[in-house]
Protein backbone atom coordinates (compact mmCIF):
# COMPACT_ATOMS: atom_id res chain seq x y z
CA UNK A 1 0.00 0.00 0.00
CA UNK A 2 1.15 3.49 -1.16
CA UNK A 3 -0.25 6.64 0.40
CA UNK A 4 0.61 10.46 0.63
CA UNK A 5 -1.23 12.15 3.43
CA UNK A 6 -1.97 15.77 3.60
CA UNK A 7 0.40 17.02 0.72
CA UNK A 8 1.01 20.77 0.34
CA UNK A 9 2.95 22.48 -1.97
CA UNK A 10 3.52 26.45 -2.20
CA UNK A 11 5.34 28.31 -5.02
CA UNK A 12 5.97 31.95 -3.63
CA UNK A 13 2.70 32.73 -1.93
CA UNK A 14 0.71 30.55 -4.22
CA UNK A 15 -0.65 27.32 -2.85
CA UNK A 16 -0.62 25.00 -5.64
CA UNK A 17 -1.80 21.89 -4.32
CA UNK A 18 -3.53 22.11 -0.49
CA UNK A 19 -4.23 18.99 1.60
CA UNK A 20 -3.85 16.23 -0.57
CA UNK A 21 -4.34 12.34 0.56
CA UNK A 22 -5.25 9.22 -0.79
CA UNK A 23 -3.96 5.87 -0.83
CA UNK A 24 -3.01 3.37 -3.47
CA UNK A 25 -2.80 -0.38 -3.84
CA UNK A 26 0.29 -2.17 -5.02
CA UNK A 27 -0.49 -3.83 -8.26
CA UNK A 28 -3.03 -1.74 -9.00
CA UNK A 29 -3.01 2.04 -11.35
CA UNK A 30 -4.65 5.15 -10.11
CA UNK A 31 -5.53 7.71 -12.52
CA UNK A 32 -4.89 11.38 -11.70
CA UNK A 33 -7.48 13.89 -13.92
CA UNK A 34 -8.73 17.46 -13.65
CA UNK A 35 -8.33 20.39 -15.77
CA UNK A 36 -5.09 21.76 -16.66
CA UNK A 37 -3.35 23.86 -14.17
CA UNK A 38 -4.96 21.94 -11.38
CA UNK A 39 -1.88 20.72 -9.87
CA UNK A 40 -1.55 17.26 -10.94
CA UNK A 41 2.16 17.54 -12.01
CA UNK A 42 2.77 19.49 -9.03
CA UNK A 43 1.17 16.83 -6.89
CA UNK A 44 3.23 13.99 -8.82
CA UNK A 45 6.76 15.86 -8.41
CA UNK A 46 5.74 16.72 -4.80
CA UNK A 47 5.41 12.42 -4.10
CA UNK A 48 8.51 11.97 -6.14
CA UNK A 49 10.24 14.13 -3.84
CA UNK A 50 11.32 16.85 -6.75
CA UNK A 51 9.26 19.64 -5.34
CA UNK A 52 9.15 20.53 -1.77
CA UNK A 53 6.31 20.63 -0.16
CA UNK A 54 4.12 19.34 3.19
CA UNK A 55 2.77 16.73 4.29
CA UNK A 56 3.84 12.55 4.64
CA UNK A 57 4.89 10.10 1.36
CA UNK A 58 4.09 6.14 3.17
CA UNK A 59 5.04 3.36 1.43
CA UNK A 60 3.24 0.10 3.54
CA UNK A 61 2.34 2.44 6.30
CA UNK A 62 5.64 3.63 6.88
CA UNK A 63 6.82 7.21 6.13
CA UNK A 64 9.86 7.78 3.14
CA UNK A 65 13.08 9.29 3.64
CA UNK A 66 14.46 11.58 0.44
CA UNK A 67 16.87 8.63 -0.25
CA UNK A 68 13.94 5.86 0.00
CA UNK A 69 11.93 8.13 -2.45
CA UNK A 70 15.11 8.65 -4.65
CA UNK A 71 15.57 4.57 -4.70
CA UNK A 72 11.99 3.72 -5.09
CA UNK A 73 10.17 6.25 -6.54
CA UNK A 74 10.51 6.74 -10.68
CA UNK A 75 8.91 9.96 -12.02
CA UNK A 76 8.26 10.47 -16.16
CA UNK A 77 7.77 13.70 -16.78
CA UNK A 78 6.00 14.95 -19.75
CA UNK A 79 7.51 15.00 -23.12
CA UNK A 80 9.01 18.58 -23.37
CA UNK A 81 10.89 17.31 -26.95
CA UNK A 82 14.17 17.94 -24.94
CA UNK A 83 16.83 17.43 -27.93
CA UNK A 84 19.59 15.08 -26.96
CA UNK A 85 21.90 12.93 -29.34
CA UNK A 86 22.14 10.62 -26.94
CA UNK A 87 21.62 6.82 -27.75
CA UNK A 88 18.31 5.04 -27.00
CA UNK A 89 20.05 2.38 -25.17
CA UNK A 90 22.00 5.48 -23.26
CA UNK A 91 18.68 7.04 -22.03
CA UNK A 92 17.46 3.21 -20.90
CA UNK A 93 20.90 2.52 -19.16
CA UNK A 94 20.20 6.14 -17.56
CA UNK A 95 17.87 4.75 -15.17
CA UNK A 96 19.44 2.84 -13.21
CA UNK A 97 22.32 5.32 -12.98
CA UNK A 98 23.89 4.65 -9.73
CA UNK A 99 24.74 1.46 -11.07
CA UNK A 100 26.35 2.49 -13.82
CA UNK A 101 30.54 2.45 -14.13
CA UNK A 102 33.13 3.26 -16.37
CA UNK A 103 32.42 -0.06 -17.82
CA UNK A 104 29.47 -1.79 -17.96
CA UNK A 105 28.41 -5.29 -17.70
CA UNK A 106 26.96 -7.00 -20.62
CA UNK A 107 24.06 -8.29 -18.24
CA UNK A 108 23.03 -4.95 -17.17
CA UNK A 109 23.00 -4.10 -21.28
CA UNK A 110 21.20 -6.76 -22.40
CA UNK A 111 18.18 -6.08 -19.82
CA UNK A 112 18.50 -2.50 -20.98
CA UNK A 113 17.65 -3.91 -24.73
CA UNK A 114 15.40 -5.82 -22.89
CA UNK A 115 13.47 -3.18 -21.99
CA UNK A 116 13.45 -1.28 -25.03
CA UNK A 117 12.36 -4.54 -27.08
CA UNK A 118 9.18 -4.67 -24.56
CA UNK A 119 8.03 -1.35 -26.32
CA UNK A 120 9.31 -2.59 -29.95
CA UNK A 121 11.83 -0.36 -30.33
CA UNK A 122 14.86 -2.99 -29.70
CA UNK A 123 16.47 -2.57 -33.48
CA UNK A 124 16.54 1.62 -32.19
CA UNK A 125 18.77 0.86 -29.86
CA UNK A 126 21.55 3.23 -31.60
CA UNK A 127 19.44 5.57 -32.93
CA UNK A 128 19.93 8.82 -31.26
CA UNK A 129 16.82 10.19 -29.30
CA UNK A 130 16.62 13.74 -31.29
CA UNK A 131 16.13 10.98 -34.28
CA UNK A 132 12.87 9.14 -33.15
CA UNK A 133 9.39 10.49 -33.03
CA UNK A 134 7.73 12.02 -30.22
CA UNK A 135 5.93 9.04 -29.50
CA UNK A 136 8.88 6.31 -29.90
CA UNK A 137 10.53 9.40 -27.22
CA UNK A 138 7.33 8.75 -24.80
CA UNK A 139 7.93 4.82 -25.28
CA UNK A 140 11.90 5.15 -24.51
CA UNK A 141 10.91 7.59 -21.41
CA UNK A 142 8.49 5.26 -20.08
CA UNK A 143 10.96 1.93 -20.35
CA UNK A 144 13.61 3.74 -18.83
CA UNK A 145 11.37 4.22 -16.05
CA UNK A 146 10.53 0.72 -15.75
CA UNK A 147 13.92 -0.27 -16.07
CA UNK A 148 14.60 0.93 -12.76
CA UNK A 149 12.61 -1.48 -11.22
CA UNK A 150 10.85 1.35 -8.85
CA UNK A 151 7.99 -0.01 -6.35
CA UNK A 152 5.92 3.27 -7.17
CA UNK A 153 5.84 4.73 -10.77
CA UNK A 154 4.73 7.99 -11.30
CA UNK A 155 3.67 9.18 -14.90
CA UNK A 156 3.08 12.52 -16.47
CA UNK A 157 0.72 11.75 -19.21
CA UNK A 158 2.68 9.29 -20.32
CA UNK A 159 0.24 9.05 -23.78
CA UNK A 160 0.05 12.18 -24.60
CA UNK A 161 2.27 12.53 -27.74
CA UNK A 162 1.15 8.57 -28.90
CA UNK A 163 -1.30 7.65 -31.63
CA UNK A 164 -3.95 5.33 -30.42
CA UNK A 165 -2.76 1.69 -30.88
CA UNK A 166 0.55 3.20 -28.89
CA UNK A 167 -1.71 4.64 -26.31
CA UNK A 168 -3.51 1.39 -26.18
CA UNK A 169 0.09 -0.64 -25.77
CA UNK A 170 1.42 1.56 -23.40
CA UNK A 171 -1.34 1.81 -20.72
CA UNK A 172 -1.66 -1.95 -21.21
CA UNK A 173 2.17 -1.98 -20.61
CA UNK A 174 2.07 -0.13 -17.71
CA UNK A 175 -1.05 -2.14 -16.11
CA UNK A 176 0.58 -5.53 -17.00
CA UNK A 177 4.10 -4.68 -15.28
CA UNK A 178 1.95 -3.28 -12.21
CA UNK A 179 0.36 -6.27 -11.58
CA UNK A 180 2.96 -8.72 -12.36
CA UNK A 181 6.12 -6.84 -10.55
CA UNK A 182 3.63 -5.49 -7.64
CA UNK A 183 4.11 -2.06 -7.79
CA UNK A 184 2.08 0.84 -7.45
CA UNK A 185 1.31 3.22 -10.71
CA UNK A 186 -0.13 6.82 -10.47
CA UNK A 187 -0.69 8.48 -13.87
CA UNK A 188 -1.87 11.78 -15.01
CA UNK A 189 -3.88 11.37 -17.46
CA UNK A 190 -6.78 13.84 -19.36
CA UNK A 191 -8.34 11.88 -21.43
CA UNK A 192 -11.05 10.21 -19.12
CA UNK A 193 -12.32 7.37 -21.14
CA UNK A 194 -8.69 5.74 -21.36
CA UNK A 195 -8.57 6.22 -17.31
CA UNK A 196 -11.87 4.67 -16.93
CA UNK A 197 -10.69 1.75 -19.37
CA UNK A 198 -7.55 1.07 -17.34
CA UNK A 199 -7.08 2.57 -13.77
CA UNK A 200 -8.47 1.25 -10.97
CA UNK A 201 -8.78 4.25 -9.10
CA UNK A 202 -9.17 7.78 -10.12
CA UNK A 203 -8.69 10.74 -8.30
CA UNK A 204 -10.13 14.09 -9.11
CA UNK A 205 -8.06 17.04 -8.84
CA UNK A 206 -9.41 20.75 -8.93
CA UNK A 207 -7.71 23.77 -8.07
CA UNK A 208 -5.25 21.83 -6.14
CA UNK A 209 -7.63 20.27 -3.81
CA UNK A 210 -8.65 16.73 -4.18
CA UNK A 211 -12.47 16.58 -5.54
CA UNK A 212 -13.46 12.64 -5.62
CA UNK A 213 -11.54 9.22 -5.36
CA UNK A 214 -12.73 5.85 -6.16
CA UNK A 215 -13.85 3.69 -8.63
CA UNK A 216 -14.67 5.31 -12.60
CA UNK A 217 -17.93 4.78 -11.66
CA UNK A 218 -18.54 6.66 -8.49
CA UNK A 219 -16.43 9.29 -9.20
CA UNK A 220 -16.90 10.44 -13.11
CA UNK A 221 -20.25 11.74 -12.64
CA UNK A 222 -22.08 14.55 -15.29
CA UNK A 223 -22.19 16.87 -12.47
CA UNK A 224 -18.46 16.41 -11.12
CA UNK A 225 -17.34 16.88 -14.99
CA UNK A 226 -19.50 19.75 -15.77
CA UNK A 227 -18.17 21.32 -12.42
CA UNK A 228 -14.37 20.39 -13.01
CA UNK A 229 -14.47 21.11 -16.69
CA UNK A 230 -17.44 23.52 -17.47
CA UNK A 231 -18.29 20.44 -20.15
CA UNK A 232 -21.59 18.71 -20.30
CA UNK A 233 -20.23 15.34 -20.49
CA UNK A 234 -22.05 11.93 -21.94
CA UNK A 235 -21.43 9.00 -19.93
CA UNK A 236 -22.04 5.91 -21.36
CA UNK A 237 -21.45 2.73 -20.62
CA UNK A 238 -20.15 0.26 -23.49
CA UNK A 239 -21.36 -2.86 -23.64
CA UNK A 240 -17.93 -4.51 -22.91
CA UNK A 241 -18.65 -3.03 -19.81
CA UNK A 242 -16.45 0.14 -19.73
CA UNK A 243 -17.19 3.66 -19.60
CA UNK A 244 -17.16 6.30 -22.56
CA UNK A 245 -16.96 9.78 -21.78
CA UNK A 246 -17.64 12.27 -24.62
CA UNK A 247 -18.69 15.99 -24.65
CA UNK A 248 -22.36 16.50 -25.85
CA UNK A 249 -21.96 20.51 -26.50
CA UNK A 250 -19.17 21.54 -29.23
CA UNK A 251 -19.18 24.97 -26.94
CA UNK A 252 -18.05 24.66 -22.83
CA UNK A 253 -21.40 25.71 -20.52
CA UNK A 254 -19.51 28.92 -19.09
CA UNK A 255 -18.37 29.78 -22.73
CA UNK B 1 8.81 -25.29 -31.30
CA UNK B 2 10.74 -26.28 -28.61
CA UNK B 3 11.24 -24.56 -25.19
CA UNK B 4 15.17 -25.27 -26.05
CA UNK B 5 14.82 -23.01 -29.28
CA UNK B 6 12.78 -20.40 -27.60
CA UNK B 7 15.50 -19.85 -25.15
CA UNK B 8 18.16 -20.23 -27.42
CA UNK B 9 16.38 -17.94 -29.76
CA UNK B 10 16.16 -15.47 -26.79
CA UNK B 11 19.91 -15.65 -25.42
CA UNK B 12 21.20 -14.98 -29.36
CA UNK B 13 18.96 -11.69 -29.62
CA UNK B 14 19.49 -10.70 -26.26
CA UNK B 15 23.40 -11.36 -27.78
CA UNK B 16 22.93 -9.81 -31.17
CA UNK B 17 21.60 -6.63 -29.13
CA UNK B 18 24.24 -6.31 -26.84
CA UNK B 19 27.27 -7.18 -29.44
CA UNK B 20 25.24 -4.25 -31.45
CA UNK B 21 26.35 -1.53 -28.82
CA UNK B 22 29.27 -2.95 -27.91
CA UNK B 23 30.34 -2.76 -32.00
CA UNK B 24 29.08 1.08 -31.36
CA UNK B 25 31.23 1.77 -28.57
CA UNK B 26 34.47 0.20 -29.60
CA UNK B 27 33.68 2.01 -32.67
CA UNK B 28 33.83 5.12 -30.56
CA UNK B 29 36.46 3.66 -28.70
CA UNK B 30 38.69 3.54 -32.01
CA UNK B 31 38.25 7.16 -32.46
CA UNK B 32 39.63 7.95 -28.87
CA UNK B 33 42.85 5.58 -29.66
CA UNK B 34 43.33 7.33 -32.80
CA UNK B 35 42.82 10.83 -31.56
CA UNK B 36 45.42 10.06 -29.09
CA UNK B 37 47.84 8.61 -31.59
CA UNK B 38 47.32 11.99 -33.80
CA UNK B 39 48.20 13.43 -30.81
CA UNK B 40 51.64 11.30 -30.29
CA UNK B 41 52.00 12.18 -34.15
CA UNK B 42 51.54 16.46 -33.18
CA UNK B 43 53.56 16.01 -30.19
CA UNK B 44 57.02 15.21 -32.20
CA UNK B 45 56.36 17.31 -35.06
CA UNK B 46 55.68 20.12 -32.66
CA UNK B 47 59.08 19.58 -31.38
CA UNK B 48 60.46 19.07 -34.53
CA UNK B 49 59.62 22.29 -35.64
CA UNK B 50 61.07 25.98 -34.66
CA UNK B 51 63.65 28.35 -35.97
CA UNK B 52 66.37 25.86 -35.50
CA UNK B 53 66.23 22.58 -38.00
CA UNK B 54 66.22 19.15 -35.80
CA UNK B 55 65.69 15.86 -37.18
CA UNK B 56 63.71 12.93 -35.54
CA UNK B 57 67.04 10.96 -34.48
CA UNK B 58 67.83 14.08 -32.74
CA UNK B 59 64.67 14.88 -30.91
CA UNK B 60 64.03 10.88 -30.17
CA UNK B 61 67.87 11.19 -28.98
CA UNK B 62 67.03 13.88 -26.96
CA UNK B 63 64.06 12.79 -25.16
CA UNK B 64 65.17 9.16 -24.74
CA UNK B 65 69.16 8.90 -24.81
CA UNK B 66 70.28 12.46 -23.73
CA UNK B 67 74.08 11.38 -22.88
CA UNK B 68 74.19 10.77 -26.51
CA UNK B 69 72.64 13.84 -27.93
CA UNK B 70 74.56 17.04 -29.06
CA UNK B 71 74.58 20.07 -26.17
CA UNK B 72 72.52 22.79 -28.23
CA UNK B 73 69.97 20.27 -29.37
CA UNK B 74 69.56 19.06 -25.94
CA UNK B 75 68.73 22.21 -24.53
CA UNK B 76 66.34 23.34 -27.56
CA UNK B 77 64.52 20.49 -27.55
CA UNK B 78 64.20 20.05 -23.39
CA UNK B 79 64.50 23.67 -22.27
CA UNK B 80 62.69 25.34 -25.31
CA UNK B 81 60.51 23.19 -26.92
CA UNK B 82 59.75 20.20 -24.82
CA UNK B 83 58.18 22.63 -22.31
CA UNK B 84 56.08 24.09 -24.60
CA UNK B 85 54.67 21.34 -26.31
CA UNK B 86 53.86 19.65 -23.16
CA UNK B 87 52.20 23.24 -22.29
CA UNK B 88 50.41 23.07 -25.41
CA UNK B 89 48.73 19.69 -24.26
CA UNK B 90 47.81 20.76 -21.15
CA UNK B 91 46.21 23.82 -21.98
CA UNK B 92 44.00 22.48 -24.78
CA UNK B 93 42.98 19.23 -22.80
CA UNK B 94 41.70 21.89 -20.16
CA UNK B 95 40.21 24.43 -22.44
CA UNK B 96 38.57 20.96 -24.37
CA UNK B 97 37.20 19.29 -20.82
CA UNK B 98 36.44 23.13 -19.48
CA UNK B 99 34.58 23.59 -23.24
CA UNK B 100 32.73 20.83 -23.20
CA UNK B 101 31.61 20.45 -19.32
CA UNK B 102 30.73 23.97 -20.10
CA UNK B 103 27.99 23.00 -22.87
CA UNK B 104 26.81 19.93 -21.24
CA UNK B 105 25.85 22.34 -17.55
CA UNK B 106 24.23 24.99 -19.58
CA UNK B 107 22.64 22.65 -22.35
CA UNK B 108 23.64 24.96 -25.03
CA UNK B 109 25.95 24.48 -28.11
CA UNK B 110 27.85 27.92 -27.87
CA UNK B 111 29.28 28.16 -24.28
CA UNK B 112 33.08 27.77 -23.60
CA UNK B 113 35.54 28.70 -21.47
CA UNK B 114 34.58 32.43 -22.98
CA UNK B 115 30.70 32.10 -22.21
CA UNK B 116 30.96 32.91 -18.37
CA UNK B 117 33.93 36.01 -18.76
CA UNK B 118 36.30 33.70 -17.22
CA UNK B 119 38.65 34.32 -20.21
CA UNK B 120 38.64 38.10 -20.09
CA UNK B 121 38.81 38.56 -17.03
CA UNK B 122 42.23 36.61 -16.47
CA UNK B 123 43.07 39.00 -19.64
CA UNK B 124 42.05 42.17 -17.82
CA UNK B 125 43.98 41.18 -14.73
CA UNK B 126 46.95 40.40 -16.58
CA UNK B 127 46.52 44.07 -18.26
CA UNK B 128 46.41 45.38 -14.47
CA UNK B 129 49.76 43.47 -13.76
CA UNK B 130 51.36 45.15 -16.42
CA UNK B 131 50.20 48.34 -16.45
CA UNK B 132 50.80 48.72 -12.90
CA UNK B 133 53.98 47.17 -13.47
CA UNK B 134 53.63 45.72 -9.59
CA UNK B 135 55.43 42.62 -9.11
CA UNK B 136 55.37 39.29 -6.48
CA UNK B 137 57.94 39.74 -3.90
CA UNK B 138 60.29 36.18 -3.78
CA UNK B 139 58.43 34.99 -7.53
CA UNK B 140 58.08 38.02 -9.73
CA UNK B 141 57.52 35.70 -12.69
CA UNK B 142 54.13 34.79 -11.00
CA UNK B 143 52.75 38.37 -10.86
CA UNK B 144 50.87 38.13 -14.07
CA UNK B 145 49.71 34.12 -14.02
CA UNK B 146 48.47 35.21 -10.27
CA UNK B 147 46.65 38.15 -11.50
CA UNK B 148 45.01 36.78 -14.21
CA UNK B 149 44.23 33.84 -11.60
CA UNK B 150 43.12 36.27 -9.41
CA UNK B 151 40.65 37.98 -11.79
CA UNK B 152 39.03 35.03 -13.51
CA UNK B 153 38.52 34.25 -9.90
CA UNK B 154 36.90 37.23 -9.12
CA UNK B 155 34.61 36.92 -12.28
CA UNK B 156 33.66 33.37 -11.28
CA UNK B 157 32.66 34.80 -7.57
CA UNK B 158 30.68 37.24 -9.66
CA UNK B 159 28.88 34.87 -11.77
CA UNK B 160 28.01 32.33 -9.06
CA UNK B 161 26.70 34.69 -6.68
CA UNK B 162 24.23 35.97 -8.85
CA UNK B 163 23.27 32.08 -9.83
CA UNK B 164 22.79 30.91 -6.68
CA UNK B 165 20.10 33.30 -6.11
CA UNK B 166 18.07 31.70 -9.31
CA UNK B 167 18.58 28.08 -8.45
CA UNK B 168 21.80 28.04 -10.80
CA UNK B 169 19.98 27.61 -13.85
CA UNK B 170 21.69 27.86 -17.05
CA UNK B 171 19.79 30.62 -17.88
CA UNK B 172 20.67 32.79 -15.56
CA UNK B 173 24.52 31.26 -15.38
CA UNK B 174 24.98 32.39 -19.20
CA UNK B 175 23.19 35.88 -18.56
CA UNK B 176 25.20 37.05 -15.55
CA UNK B 177 28.38 35.17 -17.57
CA UNK B 178 27.37 37.14 -20.42
CA UNK B 179 27.30 40.42 -18.03
CA UNK B 180 30.14 39.79 -16.60
CA UNK B 181 32.43 39.28 -20.23
CA UNK B 182 31.26 42.81 -21.25
CA UNK B 183 32.22 44.22 -17.67
CA UNK B 184 35.41 42.98 -18.37
CA UNK B 185 36.01 43.86 -21.44
CA UNK B 186 35.14 47.24 -20.96
CA UNK B 187 37.63 47.17 -18.03
CA UNK B 188 40.01 45.75 -20.44
CA UNK B 189 39.41 48.30 -23.18
CA UNK B 190 40.13 51.44 -19.81
CA UNK B 191 43.54 50.10 -19.36
CA UNK B 192 44.79 49.90 -22.65
CA UNK B 193 42.96 53.35 -23.32
CA UNK B 194 45.22 54.89 -20.82
CA UNK B 195 48.74 52.54 -21.16
CA UNK B 196 51.49 54.19 -22.53
CA UNK B 197 52.45 52.74 -26.39
CA UNK B 198 55.16 50.08 -24.57
CA UNK B 199 52.76 48.97 -21.99
CA UNK B 200 49.98 48.70 -24.50
CA UNK B 201 51.93 46.15 -26.77
CA UNK B 202 52.84 44.19 -23.82
CA UNK B 203 49.34 43.92 -22.90
CA UNK B 204 48.68 43.12 -26.57
CA UNK B 205 51.26 40.45 -26.71
CA UNK B 206 49.85 38.62 -24.16
CA UNK B 207 46.07 38.77 -24.68
CA UNK B 208 47.43 37.09 -28.13
CA UNK B 209 48.44 34.44 -26.17
CA UNK B 210 52.13 32.55 -26.46
CA UNK B 211 53.14 29.49 -25.59
CA UNK B 212 56.59 31.03 -25.11
CA UNK B 213 55.78 32.02 -21.84
CA UNK B 214 56.66 28.12 -21.25
CA UNK B 215 58.85 26.98 -18.80
CA UNK B 216 59.15 23.74 -16.84
CA UNK B 217 58.73 26.14 -13.84
CA UNK B 218 54.65 26.64 -14.73
CA UNK B 219 54.40 23.72 -16.83
CA UNK B 220 53.83 21.73 -13.83
CA UNK B 221 51.05 23.90 -12.34
CA UNK B 222 48.64 23.82 -15.54
CA UNK B 223 49.75 19.86 -15.55
CA UNK B 224 48.67 19.28 -11.93
CA UNK B 225 45.37 21.55 -12.02
CA UNK B 226 44.17 19.24 -15.53
CA UNK B 227 44.76 16.50 -13.68
CA UNK B 228 42.90 17.00 -10.54
CA UNK B 229 40.21 18.17 -12.54
CA UNK B 230 40.33 15.64 -14.63
CA UNK B 231 39.95 13.05 -12.04
CA UNK B 232 37.18 15.18 -10.07
CA UNK B 233 35.05 14.79 -13.33
CA UNK B 234 35.35 11.25 -13.75
CA UNK B 235 32.53 10.46 -10.64
CA UNK B 236 29.73 12.66 -12.27
CA UNK B 237 30.24 11.44 -16.04
CA UNK B 238 27.12 9.26 -15.94
CA UNK B 239 25.42 12.61 -14.16
CA UNK B 240 26.87 15.22 -17.14
CA UNK B 241 25.46 12.02 -19.32
CA UNK B 242 22.13 12.41 -17.47
CA UNK B 243 21.69 16.00 -17.88
CA UNK B 244 21.92 15.78 -21.46
CA UNK B 245 18.28 14.93 -21.16
CA UNK B 246 17.45 18.49 -19.24
CA UNK B 247 17.09 19.60 -15.51
CA UNK B 248 13.69 17.90 -14.82
CA UNK B 249 14.33 13.92 -16.03
CA UNK B 250 18.05 14.60 -14.56
CA UNK B 251 16.07 15.51 -11.35
CA UNK B 252 14.02 12.64 -11.87
CA UNK B 253 16.43 10.03 -12.14
CA UNK B 254 17.70 11.52 -8.55
CA UNK B 255 20.55 13.55 -9.63
CA UNK B 256 20.75 16.75 -7.42
CA UNK B 257 21.48 19.30 -10.41
CA UNK B 258 22.42 22.80 -8.68
CA UNK B 259 24.77 20.42 -6.48
CA UNK B 260 26.57 18.77 -9.79
CA UNK B 261 26.36 22.20 -11.69
CA UNK B 262 27.93 24.01 -8.55
CA UNK B 263 30.63 21.33 -8.89
CA UNK B 264 31.62 21.43 -12.31
CA UNK B 265 31.47 25.32 -12.16
CA UNK B 266 34.16 25.13 -9.36
CA UNK B 267 36.09 22.32 -11.96
CA UNK B 268 35.35 24.74 -14.74
CA UNK B 269 37.08 27.78 -13.30
CA UNK B 270 40.04 26.39 -11.54
CA UNK B 271 40.93 24.57 -15.80
CA UNK B 272 40.25 27.52 -17.36
CA UNK B 273 41.93 30.21 -14.84
CA UNK B 274 45.06 27.59 -14.73
CA UNK B 275 45.19 27.04 -18.71
CA UNK B 276 44.73 31.13 -19.39
CA UNK B 277 46.72 32.71 -16.70
CA UNK B 278 50.01 31.34 -18.12
CA UNK B 279 50.27 31.40 -21.57
CA UNK B 280 47.38 34.39 -22.25
CA UNK B 281 44.06 33.83 -23.78
CA UNK B 282 43.87 31.73 -26.48
CA UNK B 283 40.22 31.67 -27.78
CA UNK B 284 37.94 28.64 -29.82
CA UNK B 285 40.04 25.89 -28.22
CA UNK B 286 36.95 25.45 -25.66
CA UNK B 287 34.26 25.76 -28.06
CA UNK B 288 35.49 23.48 -31.48
CA UNK B 289 37.06 20.92 -29.58
CA UNK B 290 34.03 19.65 -27.50
CA UNK B 291 31.91 19.62 -31.05
CA UNK B 292 34.72 17.45 -33.18
CA UNK B 293 35.03 15.25 -29.77
CA UNK B 294 30.81 14.97 -30.27
CA UNK B 295 30.75 14.22 -33.77
CA UNK B 296 33.05 11.44 -33.17
CA UNK B 297 32.59 9.73 -30.04
CA UNK B 298 28.84 11.34 -29.31
CA UNK B 299 27.42 12.00 -25.77
CA UNK B 300 28.05 9.34 -23.93
CA UNK B 301 30.58 11.53 -21.35
CA UNK B 302 32.69 8.41 -20.50
CA UNK B 303 34.12 8.82 -24.06
CA UNK B 304 33.42 12.76 -25.17
CA UNK B 305 35.07 14.52 -22.03
CA UNK B 306 38.55 12.48 -22.35
CA UNK B 307 38.25 13.04 -26.48
CA UNK B 308 37.86 16.51 -25.77
CA UNK B 309 41.19 16.99 -24.02
CA UNK B 310 42.57 14.87 -26.60
CA UNK B 311 40.98 17.03 -29.29
CA UNK B 312 41.83 20.20 -27.34
CA UNK B 313 45.05 19.26 -27.05
CA UNK B 314 45.37 18.61 -30.68
CA UNK B 315 43.95 21.22 -32.20
CA UNK B 316 46.77 23.68 -29.99
CA UNK B 317 49.75 21.34 -30.86
CA UNK B 318 48.78 21.70 -34.56
CA UNK B 319 48.37 25.50 -34.36
CA UNK B 320 51.38 25.49 -32.53
CA UNK B 321 53.20 23.57 -35.82
CA UNK B 322 51.75 25.77 -38.00
CA UNK B 323 52.74 29.33 -35.93
CA UNK B 324 56.05 28.13 -36.60
CA UNK B 325 55.69 27.36 -40.25
CA UNK B 326 53.69 30.17 -41.69
CA UNK B 327 56.61 32.62 -41.02
CA UNK B 328 59.94 30.98 -41.03
CA UNK B 329 62.50 32.19 -38.36
CA UNK B 330 59.62 33.90 -36.49
CA UNK B 331 56.59 31.92 -33.91
CA UNK B 332 53.13 33.88 -34.31
CA UNK B 333 51.29 34.07 -31.39
CA UNK B 334 49.37 30.92 -30.87
CA UNK B 335 45.82 32.39 -30.39
CA UNK B 336 46.48 34.21 -33.50
CA UNK B 337 46.71 30.53 -35.17
CA UNK B 338 44.20 28.27 -33.00
CA UNK B 339 40.75 29.41 -34.90
CA UNK B 340 42.50 29.30 -38.11
CA UNK B 341 43.09 25.71 -38.00
CA UNK B 342 39.54 24.80 -35.83
CA UNK B 343 37.60 26.69 -38.45
CA UNK B 344 38.16 24.32 -41.51
CA UNK B 345 38.66 21.41 -39.35
CA UNK B 346 35.50 21.44 -37.86
CA UNK B 347 33.61 22.88 -41.25
CA UNK B 348 35.26 19.44 -42.57
CA UNK B 349 33.71 17.49 -40.18
CA UNK B 350 29.89 19.27 -39.79
CA UNK B 351 29.88 18.72 -44.12
CA UNK B 352 30.70 14.95 -43.70
CA UNK B 353 28.67 14.09 -41.07
CA UNK B 354 24.85 13.32 -42.26
CA UNK B 355 23.09 14.78 -38.86
CA UNK B 356 22.84 17.55 -36.25
CA UNK B 357 25.24 16.26 -32.94
CA UNK B 358 23.34 18.84 -30.74
Known amino acids: ?6 VTVKRGAKTIVTGAS ?6 ELTALVGPNGAGKSTLLQAIAGILPGEGHVLLDDNPMTGKERRDNVAYMP ?6 SSL ?9 RIN ?3 LSLPEELVAQAE ?9 GLQNRALDEVSGGQRQLVYLAQALFSAPRVLLLDEPTAALDLRHQLVVLQAVRRY ?7 VIMAIHDLSLAAQFADQIICLDHGRIDGCGKAEEVFTTARLRDLYGVEAEIEKLSSGRLHISAVNAIPTDA | MTARTIVSNISEAASAASSSYRNLFNRRLTWLVAGLAGLAISFVFDILTGPAFLSVSDVVLSLFAPQQSDETVLVIVRSIRLPMTVMAIFVGASLGVAGVIMQTILGNPLASPYTLGFSTSAGFGASIAIFTGFTLPLV ?10 LMAAVAAGLVYSFATLKAMSSEVMILAGIATLFLFQSLQSLVQYLAAPEVLQAIVFWLFGSLLKASWSNVPIVGTVFIICFLAVIPDLWRLTALRLGDMRATALGIDVKRLRIKMFVLITLLTSAAVAIVGTIGFVGLVAPHIARMLVGEDQRLLVPMAAVMGAFVITTASICSKLISPGSVIPIGIVTAIIGVPFLFILILRKQRNNW
Not at chain 1, 1 to 6: E, G, L, R, V, W
Open chain 1, 87 to 95: TLLEVILLG
Open chain 2, 140 to 149: PWLTIPFAAF
Open chain 1, 22 to 27: AQCRTG
Open chain 1, 114 to 122: AALDQFGLA
Open chain 1, 178 to 184: ASEHGIV
Open chain 1, 78 to 83: QDTGAQ
Open chain 1, 1 to 6: MFSFDS
Open chain 1, 99 to 101: SLG
